[in-house]
């Protein structure tokens, strides 16, 4: 028997490397796909942003047409669907003119006349990225649930599949209402993942999630239908972001979006939703609400706040910024006691979610480039991250990290995988943590040298709260449980490596994104502060 | 003495409900198969939607009125048969209860209603209200052997019985004051006149009398009681119906007989409706049996309803009345669930559903979320409307309240979605399900579905006016 175990695990880390090669073989021909993808979605012209919001939702109901037993069925179209999806939003990408802060790629119907509602999409730097993560990180979650999701297949998918576009629907939106409409609809898909496939306390963390979220949006409705009549009934977000209205107004304004961004972020006071519901809900929608959820608080912050209440935002910046740093420090501290293997990553967004807002409500041009880049930045790595955990815990079913220890001997390729997220998450220079955390830095210094000082703390907790994790989980005495299960495969490898690619590209190449962000982020500043052109010459050449 | 026949075109769908309805007492004599007897009052309800809207006009000598507004709530009223008699035919069969007399109740409290909406003098306002609530009492003990729907019948007729004594005594006070029956001559001798006591005084007892139809707090005791021991098909009928009506003379007499004074109902109606939201939505939080859930959840929407009484203006009444289409649908879907499984009165005996009955749960979620007022659902477009409605009239700070009690709200539809899909099977499925009944689910889970995505359709602009 012990000679068996042995075989197994000598054997193993050699099945590993196989499957390791093997995947890498595929990386061509994932290339080539794409490349393929970008040649052929640059010479067909269509529709672009209400392609790939409606096309999920359409494959959704599609998919809950398919009979019940056709699982494998079922998961093969969800993957074509999200890939299609992908492909088709590639053209935001190649087509994108980085040279113009104004909106592109708009499409704009009239929908309900009554109230002027209009269906009215288009991006700028400031929503294109996270189009693209969104699009990115579904194909993943389809991926890394191929086996985690056993029950309810059809309606797992299609939940999904729904999310994804609701939450495309989101980030393209340029109607408020249109906003409204996307931002509740995505709640229904999150709450059914979270309560249906999530863990042994999943109804709580789902009902939590839900209300706490629902409160923050009603308070926003609340706030879209005090807009819509200041902006003489319209609910035009362009023509919103130009206007201007009175201070008061835009102070309570700005506390009823607050309230619904907030929640999303979540900053501080109002985060304790967030560690329960991404214990608690599986792997994908873990790395959902982590890649893409949490970051629509802080999108809704640049979207809306800033250039609709721009003297609001000037005033309540200093109360933002100190919210900020105490999620900075308080999550860290938090991460430091955490037994659990999720809510030790889940309590670390609460963190790394602090520098965003640190960074956006900087007020300066460093900080908002470094706030919309670690919130992409997040995504890849909290998101990889929460794969990872995935992966193992389908393996051992257990969070608790005790029960891990020794991991590195079982899973070598899986161990060397954590460890680049690992150490990006910690904001090792090469990795894209560090230029995301920098440029807040330097954004929140400048704005403040005691709370640049303070944030600066809660990166060295980071280090110490994920190398312990990593020591604890990979290197300590083997967990004898461990012994003979099998590394990582290909299929696991695979869901991996692109994001490993864009930790390491955005590490050493971080222009490829913040050439996106660059000219709407300056323009958004130039709507809230009166920022002399020397000094923004100055902050694009940090930037370079 | 020569009495000329009065116009009757403006009345005929009354007519044609009435005349058949009596009807149907005749022909239960002569078929066995009560089914029969149901699908004719479906083809009266059609046929009477049809002349709908070729019945505009005054007649009577102007006590009565058919225009718009009455027009929009009888055509919730004939929805309201529609889907009732369509989730009814295999339900009163299997209750036991499968009396001939049920379909022409049904009808005869319909034509109550549409007289209601209809009334232009306070005098066929009473008449209208007592038809629709003699008809409905009897509805409610319909399951004669039944003690619960006993129970129920008697309450509904005691508190009823008294509310109308309310309304006649507000009434006799209006009446006393203004030397008339008549709603808009009504209205224009109390332009002229200042406030006395007197006229609050019988405003506040016509308000307590609409306010029991609309089972609005502190006048909403009845509800819980009557909706769970009337069967499950009348307690629909119930909370759609009467409710609906009960809005429509509110809108009536409060617009136009009381519409010079509308500083002083506001601020009535404003209590109402925070303590009817309070109330409909913190009690329904602890109700385990689904159905006093739902006449909870029903006491909680005419609380938000009321939000467009307030806001006082055409665009308020609007979205009251659009409100009401919508709940219409939301809330008779969810009671055809109920249906369904009609087996389980207990929230938590829905556990499992989804696995055994994906497409009612489904269903059910969409009903659930519409109700909360989630978008893409009707229940969303509804509450925004109404929402937007009070905001633009200046009472920000009530819709703040509105909200609050919407999420309230959310918790307990939520446990009705979170027993169906996130908790297993604990009984044994069991559905009654019918031809019908899956017509009435089919027709309103897509016309929540269709409102929440195209507005449109009932959003047609505050441009219009009502009354």
Same mark, same amino acid.
């Given at each position: 028997?012990?000679?068996?175990?042995?075989?197994?695990?000598?054997?193993?880390?050699?099945?590993?490397?196989?499957?390791?090669?093997?995947?890498?073989?595929?990386?061509?021909?994932?290339?080539?796909?794409?490349?393929?993808?970008?040649?052929?979605?640059?010479?067909?012209?269509?529709?672009?942003?209400?392609?790939?919001?409606?096309?999920?939702?359409?494959?959704?109901?599609?998919?809950?047409?398919?009979?019940?037993?056709?699982?494998?069925?079922?998961?093969?179209?969800?993957?074509?669907?999200?890939?299609?999806?992908?492909?088709?939003?590639?053209?935001? &990408?190649?087509?994108?003119?980085?040279?113009?802060?104004?909106?592109?790629? !708009?499409?704009?119907?009239?929908?309900?006349?009554?109230?002027?509602?209009?269906?009215?999409?288009?991006?700028?730097?400031?929503? #294109?990225?996270?189009?693209?993560?969104?699009?990115?990180?579904?194909?993943?979650?389809?991926?890394?649930?191929?086996?985690?999701?056993?029950?309810?297949?059809?309606?797992?998918?299609?939940?999904?599949?729904?999310?994804?576009?609701?939450?495309?629907?989101?980030?393209?939106?340029?109607?408020?209402?249109?906003?409204?409409?996307?931002?509740?609809?995505?709640?229904?898909?999150?709450?059914?993942?979270?309560?249906?496939?999530?863990?042994?306390?999943?109804?709580?963390?789902?009902?939590?999630?839900?209300?706490?979220?629902?409160?923050?949006?009603?308070?926003?409705?609340?706030?879209?239908?005090?807009?819509?009549?200041?902006? %003489?009934?319209?609910?035009?977000?362009?023509?919103?972001?130009?206007?201007? +209205?009175? &201070?008061?107004?835009?102070?309570?304004?700005?506390?009823?979006?607050?309230?619904?961004?907030?929640?999303?972020?979540?900053?501080?006071?109002?985060?304790?939703?967030?560690?329960?519901?991404?214990?608690?809900?599986?792997?994908?929608?873990?790395?959902?609400?982590?890649?893409?959820?949490?970051?629509?608080?802080?999108?809704?912050?640049?979207?809306?706040?800033?250039?609709?209440?721009?003297?609001?935002?000037?005033?309540?910046?200093?109360?933002?910024?100190?919210?900020?740093?105490?999620?900075?420090?308080?999550?860290?501290?938090?991460?430091?006691?955490?037994?659990?293997?999720?809510?030790?990553?889940?309590?670390?967004?609460?963190?790394?979610?602090?520098?965003?807002?640190?960074?956006?409500?900087?007020?300066?041009?460093?900080?908002?480039?470094?706030?919309?880049?670690?919130?992409?930045?997040?995504?890849?790595?909290?998101?990889?991250?929460?794969?990872? #955990?995935?992966?193992?815990?389908?393996?051992?079913?257990?969070?608790?990290?005790?029960?891990?220890?020794?991991?590195?001997?079982?899973?070598?390729?899986?161990?060397?995988?954590?460890?680049?997220?690992?150490?990006?998450?910690?904001?090792?220079?090469?990795?894209?943590?560090?230029?995301?955390?920098?440029?807040? =830095?330097?954004?929140?210094?400048?704005?403040?040298?005691?709370?640049?000082?303070?944030?600066?703390?809660?990166?060295?907790?980071?280090?110490?709260?994920?190398?312990?994790?990593?020591?604890?989980?990979?290197?300590?005495?083997?967990?004898?449980?461990?012994?003979?299960?099998?590394?990582?495969?290909?299929?696991?490898?695979?869901?991996?490596?692109?994001?490993?690619?864009? #930790?390491?590209?955005?590490?050493?190449?971080?222009?490829?994104?913040?050439?996106?962000?660059?000219?709407?982020?300056?323009?958004?500043?130039?709507?809230?502060?009166?920022?002399?052109?020397?000094?923004?010459?100055?902050?694009?050449?940090?930037?370079? | 003495?020569?009495?000329?026949?009065?116009?009757?075109?403006?009345?005929?769908?009354?007519?044609?409900?009435?005349?058949?309805?009596?009807?149907?007492?005749?022909?239960?004599?002569?078929?066995?198969?009560?089914?029969?007897?149901?699908?004719?009052?479906?083809?009266?309800?059609?046929?009477?939607?049809?002349?709908?809207?070729?019945?505009?006009?005054?007649?009577?000598?102007?006590?009565?009125?058919?225009?718009?507004?009455?027009? +929009?709530?009888?055509?919730?009223?004939?929805?309201?048969?529609?889907?009732?008699?369509?989730?009814?035919?295999?339900?009163?069969? *299997?209750?036991?209860?499968? &009396?001939?007399?049920?379909?022409?109740?049904?009808?005869?409290?319909?034509?109550?209603?549409?007289?209601?909406?209809?009334?232009?003098?306070?005098?066929?306002?009473?008449? @209208?209200?007592?038809?629709?609530?003699?008809?409905? +009492?009897?509805?409610?003990?319909?399951?004669?052997?039944?003690?619960?729907?006993?129970?129920?019948?008697? *309450?509904?007729?005691?508190?009823? /019985?008294?509310?109308?004594?309310?309304?006649?005594?507000?009434?006799?006070? =209006?009446?006393?004051?203004?030397?008339?029956?008549?709603?808009?001559? $009504?209205?224009?001798?109390? *332009?002229?006149?200042?406030?006395?006591?007197?006229?609050?005084?019988?405003?506040?007892?016509?308000?307590?009398?609409?306010?029991?139809?609309?089972?609005?707090?502190?006048?909403?005791?009845?509800?819980?009681?009557?909706?769970?021991?009337?069967?499950?098909?009348?307690? /629909?009928?119930?909370?759609?119906?009467?409710?609906?009506?009960?809005?429509?003379?509110?809108?009536?007499?409060?617009?136009?007989?009381?519409?010079?004074?509308?500083?002083?109902?506001?601020?009535?109606? $404003?209590?109402?409706?925070?303590?009817?939201?309070? !109330?409909?939505?913190?009690?329904?939080? !602890?109700?385990?049996?689904? *159905?006093?859930?739902?006449? +909870?959840?029903?006491?909680?929407?005419?609380?938000?309803?009321?939000?467009?009484?307030?806001?006082?203006?055409?665009?308020?009444?609007?979205?009251?009345?659009?409100?009401?289409? $919508?709940?219409?649908?939301?809330?008779?879907?969810?009671?055809?669930? !109920?249906?369904?499984?009609?087996?389980?009165?207990?929230?938590?005996?829905? /556990?499992?559903?989804?696995?055994?009955?994906?497409?009612?749960?489904?269903?059910?979620?969409?009903?659930?979320?519409?109700?909360?007022?989630?978008?893409?659902?009707?229940?969303?477009?509804?509450?925004?409307?109404?929402?937007?409605?009070?905001?633009?009239?200046?009472?920000?700070?009530?819709?703040?309240?509105?909200?609050?009690?919407?999420?309230?709200?959310?918790?307990?539809?939520?446990?009705?979605?979170?027993?169906?899909?996130?908790?297993?099977?604990?009984?044994?499925?069991?559905?009654?399900?019918?031809? @019908?009944?899956?017509?009435?689910?089919?027709?309103?889970? #897509?016309?929540?579905?269709?409102?929440?995505?195209?507005?449109?359709?009932?959003?047609?602009? %505050?441009?219009?006016?009502?009354?």
């Amino acid at each position: 028997m012990q000679t068996g175990h042995e075989m197994h695990v000598t054997t193993s880390p050699t099945n590993a490397g196989r499957a390791l090669m093997r995947s890498l073989l595929w990386l061509p021909v994932l290339g080539l796909a794409l490349l393929l993808g970008i040649l052929v979605t640059r010479s067909v012209a269509y529709p672009v942003l209400s392609m790939v919001i409606f096309l999920p939702v359409a494959g959704a109901l599609c998919l809950l047409l398919l009979k019940r037993e056709q699982e494998k069925l079922i998961k093969i179209c969800a993957l074509v669907l999200s890939s299609a999806v992908l492909l088709l939003s590639l053209p935001l &990408y190649t087509g994108f003119d980085k040279g113009t802060p104004s909106m592109q790629f !708009v499409e704009k119907h009239a929908w309900v006349p009554a109230f002027n509602i209009h269906y009215a999409v288009g991006i700028d730097g400031i929503s #294109v990225l996270f189009v693209l993560l969104s699009a990115l990180l579904t194909i993943l979650c389809v991926a890394v649930s191929w086996h985690a999701i056993n029950e309810k297949v059809k309606e797992f998918y299609a939940s999904l599949l729904l999310l994804e576009g609701s939450m495309i629907g989101v980030f393209a939106s340029n109607d408020l209402f249109l906003f409204y409409v996307f931002w509740e609809a995505m709640l229904i898909p999150m709450f059914i993942i979270i309560g249906v496939w999530g863990g042994p306390n999943r109804v709580y963390a789902a009902i939590k999630f839900f209300l706490f979220t629902l409160i923050g949006s009603l308070l926003m409705l609340i706030g879209i239908i005090v807009l819509f009549f200041y902006t %003489s009934h319209s609910f035009d977000m362009l023509q919103m972001m130009t206007a201007s +209205y009175p &201070y008061r107004l835009q102070v309570i304004l700005f506390w009823a979006f607050f309230s619904a961004f907030a929640v999303k972020v979540p900053m501080f006071p109002v985060h304790t939703w967030l560690p329960d519901a991404h214990t608690e809900a599986p792997t994908a929608g873990s790395v959902i609400l982590a890649g893409v959820l949490i970051k629509m608080g802080a999108y809704g912050f640049l979207r809306i706040n800033m250039p609709f209440f721009p003297e609001a935002t000037r005033t309540m910046a200093p109360a933002m910024m100190v919210l900020s740093v105490i999620a900075i420090i308080y999550g860290a501290v938090i991460c430091l006691g955490q037994t659990d293997f999720k809510r030790l990553i889940a309590y670390s967004s609460v963190s790394h979610m602090g520098f965003v807002t640190l960074g956006i409500f900087a007020l300066n041009v460093q900080g908002l480039q470094g706030g919309i880049l670690q919130m992409i930045n997040h995504g890849i790595v909290t998101g990889a991250l929460f794969l990872c #955990v995935g992966m193992v815990y389908e393996r051992t079913h257990s969070r608790v990290i005790t029960d891990y220890g020794g991991a590195a001997t079982p899973f070598p390729v899986y161990a060397g995988l954590f460890m680049i997220f690992t150490l990006a998450s910690v904001g090792l220079p090469g990795t894209n943590g560090f230029v995301g955390e920098f440029l807040i =830095l330097v954004g929140g210094f400048t704005a403040s040298k005691t709370l640049g000082a303070l944030a600066a703390t809660g990166i060295i907790i980071g280090a110490a709260y994920m190398l312990r994790l990593y020591q604890n989980v990979f290197f300590v005495k083997i967990n004898p449980g461990l012994r003979g299960m099998p590394d990582v495969n290909e299929r696991e490898i695979l869901t991996l490596i692109p994001l490993v690619i864009l #930790v390491f590209w955005i590490g050493f190449y971080p222009n490829a994104l913040l050439g996106f962000t660059d000219v709407s982020v300056q323009h958004l500043m130039e709507r809230v502060s009166s920022i002399t052109p020397q000094l923004s010459q100055h902050a694009g050449e940090i930037v370079r | 003495m020569n009495i000329p026949l009065p116009n009757l075109a403006p009345i005929v769908p009354e007519l044609i409900m009435s005349l058949v309805a009596s009807g149907l007492l005749l022909v239960e004599l002569f078929t066995r198969r009560k089914q029969i007897i149901g699908y004719l009052t479906l083809v009266t309800a059609g046929l009477t939607l049809y002349v709908l809207p070729m019945s505009q006009g005054e007649t009577f000598g102007g006590m009565f009125i058919s225009d718009n507004f009455s027009a +929009y709530f009888k055509l919730i009223f004939l929805i309201n048969v529609i889907l009732i008699v369509l989730i009814s035919l295999k339900y009163m069969a *299997k209750s036991e209860a499968d &009396y001939g007399e049920y379909y022409s109740l049904v009808l005869f409290s319909t034509v109550g209603m549409m007289l209601m909406a209809s009334a232009k003098n306070l005098i066929v306002l009473y008449l @209208g209200l007592e038809l629709m609530a003699l008809s409905t +009492y009897v509805l409610a003990g319909i399951k004669k052997r039944d003690v619960r729907s006993n129970e129920a019948a008697l *309450k509904y007729f005691l508190l009823g /019985a008294f509310s109308s004594a309310l309304l006649l005594f507000g009434m006799s006070l =209006l009446y006393g004051l203004t030397t008339s029956t008549d709603i808009y001559q $009504i209205s224009s001798f109390l *332009k002229t006149k200042a406030v006395t006591p007197a006229l609050l005084v019988s405003m506040i007892f016509v308000i307590a009398a609409f306010a029991f139809k609309i089972a609005a707090a502190p006048f909403h005791m009845w509800a819980p009681d009557v909706y769970e021991g009337a069967p499950t098909s009348v307690t /629909a009928f119930l909370s759609v119906g009467p409710k609906a009506a009960g809005f429509a003379v509110i809108g009536r007499v409060f617009y136009i007989a009381f519409g010079s004074v509308q500083t002083d109902w506001t601020a009535m109606f $404003i209590g109402l409706s925070i303590l009817t939201m309070a !109330v409909g939505n913190i009690l329904a939080i !602890v109700q385990v049996n689904i *159905k006093r859930m739902l006449a +909870y959840s029903s006491i909680a929407h005419a609380g938000y309803a009321l939000l467009g009484i307030i806001a006082g203006t055409g665009e308020g009444l609007s979205a009251m009345m659009v409100y009401l289409l $919508i709940y219409a649908f939301m809330n008779i879907g969810a009671f055809a669930i !109920v249906i369904l499984f009609d087996n389980r009165e207990e929230i938590g005996q829905y /556990a499992g559903l989804s696995k055994s009955h994906p497409i009612a749960a489904a269903m059910m979620l969409v009903f659930m979320f519409s109700l909360t007022g989630i978008p893409p659902t009707a229940g969303f477009i509804g509450k925004f409307n109404l929402f937007a409605a009070a905001v633009h009239a200046g009472y920000t700070w009530l819709v703040v309240v509105a909200v609050i009690f919407s999420v309230i709200s959310a918790f307990y539809y939520l446990r009705v979605i979170m027993n169906m899909y996130m908790k297993p099977a604990t009984h044994e499925a069991s559905v009654t399900s019918s031809p @019908g009944l899956w017509v009435a689910l089919f027709v309103a889970v #897509v016309a929540v579905l269709i409102i929440g995505i195209l507005p449109s359709i009932v959003l047609t602009g %505050s441009s219009l006016s009502w009354l």
